[in-house]
């Protein structure tokens, strides 16, 4: 069902992006900008097309804010400094304020030390010349703005990028319709230098699942680096999965590109554990866990279920008497910390875990009790339910467990450990079924911490649920 959603929205997209009158109607001679990020990341990345070296002498590049309706009156506008080229199929990688001075990505200009771009509106263009529309080489508008091609494309959110979609084949690297609607989206930052660079691409459509255990994508990366360099491919989920790459680790020269296949393990199921905590107040510093419960499933069905009061020698404040009916004499008998929190986190090592909280509370707790017994909670793979209720339920007038719960007709909320772990990891199979997941695919230099490249294949949720054997 969800491929056949995708591939309506996909024709309609299509149909869209053929239909459209742009705004600007000037072609792209040899530069194209394939990324602006306007965050605190800031920088604006441009990519040479042909396979000839594009001189940038007499070029200019130009903001422009929401109110401005002319391409001849920019807010900001620099000419690119002389000797400055892209060569064929290459970047060049514009930075703005403090993105000069991060570590590991490599700068080609640095044009103001200062902030320049409006995070959720505005238009980033480049010229042949000075400023004007007979002299417009391409341009990027995003949000309510008033200057692009065809129509603006989305507004990036905090930490996110205005980023072109990729193209077809090698030949088609990046799409470019002259609409940016069609041509852009919100991705992460992905910013690539004419140094060390590369593009990342689905090479081939999902198979059908490989012996009924895996999914397999292959991918390509083609390296835009000036000298041979070892790309690595890193592959990132957002629900723990299981994945492995082969021929994830490749060194090329100049202009090489070489395949790499990606695969997904759903052989078992999704695998996953729903957590909750009871406490004996708010600060995770001063107050204590009191009760701890958690559900094991395996696809949709729950296997096995844990709980447990933990000792607290003082005295409840009655208010969370109230809410979870537990009293002061119950924990006054229950076990220590000490007894139960190791084999909390022994159970849960290495697992996706499940928790519903947008402050995280849960998480918050649980490191704060660890560190105090010498304990370690690095290995848990935390997974927030109440963000993917809010993207799975947007209509929702409230996302507090207690109400997603009841518009699911799931039970109501008892503030104890484990009934609340099962009302989570419920909510959370229902979040997902909505919404599928995706896997991540980035492509880096060795040693650096940014990604030159970036895709991203979706899971449909029937593969994830099936029930362990």
């Not at 508008?141 to 692009?148: A, D, I, K, P, V």
């Not at 039970?411 to 199979?429: E, K």
């Amino acid at each position: 069902m969800r491929a056949i959603e995708t591939w309506i929205s996909a024709v309609m997209l299509l149909l869209f992006c053929v239909g459209t009158t742009t705004y600007a109607t000037q072609a792209s001679p040899g530069v194209l900008i394939t990324e602006v990020s306007p965050h605190e990341l800031e920088f604006v990345e441009l990519y040479n097309p042909t396979e000839d070296v594009v001189h940038l002498q007499g070029f200019w590049i130009c903001y422009y804010p929401a109110n401005r309706q002319s391409w001849e009156k920019p807010f900001r506008k620099k000419q690119f400094p002389d000797g400055a080229v892209i060569r064929p199929h290459g970047h060049y990688l514009i930075a703005f304020g403090e993105t000069c001075q991060v570590d590991g990505l490599t700068v080609d200009w640095c044009v103001y030390q200062s902030k320049q771009l409006k995070a959720l509106l505005g238009t980033v263009a480049v010229f042949a010349g000075r400023p004007s529309k007979n002299t417009l080489v391409d341009a990027v508008g995003w949000g309510e703005t008033g200057l692009y091609f065809g129509k603006p494309a989305p507004s990036a959110s905090k930490g996110m990028s205005v980023s072109r979609r990729l193209g077809e084949s090698r030949l088609e690297v990046f799409r470019d319709t002259q609409n940016n609607l069609c041509d852009f989206a919100i991705e992460e930052p992905t910013p690539s230098s004419s140094e060390v660079g590369a593009v990342l691409f689905l090479s081939q459509e999902a198979d059908s699942v490989v012996d009924e255990r895996k999914l397999e994508w292959q991918v390509t990366v083609c390296s835009t680096s000036m000298s041979p360099a070892i790309f690595e491919i890193g592959l990132d989920n957002e629900l723990g999965l299981r994945t492995n790459c082969s021929a994830c680790n490749q060194e090329l020269g100049p202009g090489e590109c070489a395949e790499a296949t990606i695969r997904v393990d759903i052989g078992s199921g999704y695998d996953f554990y729903a957590l909750d905590l009871e406490t004996s107040g708010f600060s995770a510093e001063d107050n204590q866990i009191i009760d701890i419960g958690w559900a094991h499933y395996c696809g949709e069905e729950v296997v096995q279920t844990f709980s447990s009061l933990v000792h607290f020698s003082g005295e409840l404040n009655p208010a969370i008497t109230d809410l979870t009916g537990i009293t002061s004499e119950e924990l006054r008998q229950a076990p220590l910390l000490m007894d139960v929190l190791p084999g909390v986190l022994k159970e849960l090592h290495g697992s996706p875990v499940v928790v519903y909280s947008h402050n995280r509370f849960d998480q918050r707790f649980l490191a704060s009790a660890a560190q105090r017994l010498g304990l370690d909670t690095q290995t848990l793979l935390w997974i927030d339910a109440y963000k993917w209720a809010r993207k799975a339920f947007p209509l929702l007038e409230s996302h507090a467990l207690a109400a997603v719960a009841k518009d699911l007709e799931i039970g109501s909320q008892q503030h104890r450990g484990l009934a609340d772990a099962l009302m989570t990891g419920d909510v959370f199979l229902e979040s997902l079924k909505r919404l599928g997941s995706e896997v991540h695919i980035s492509v880096h230099v060795a040693g650096s911490d940014y990604a030159n490249g970036a895709s991203s294949v979706y899971l449909d949720a029937s593969a994830l649920l099936r029930t362990n054997e």
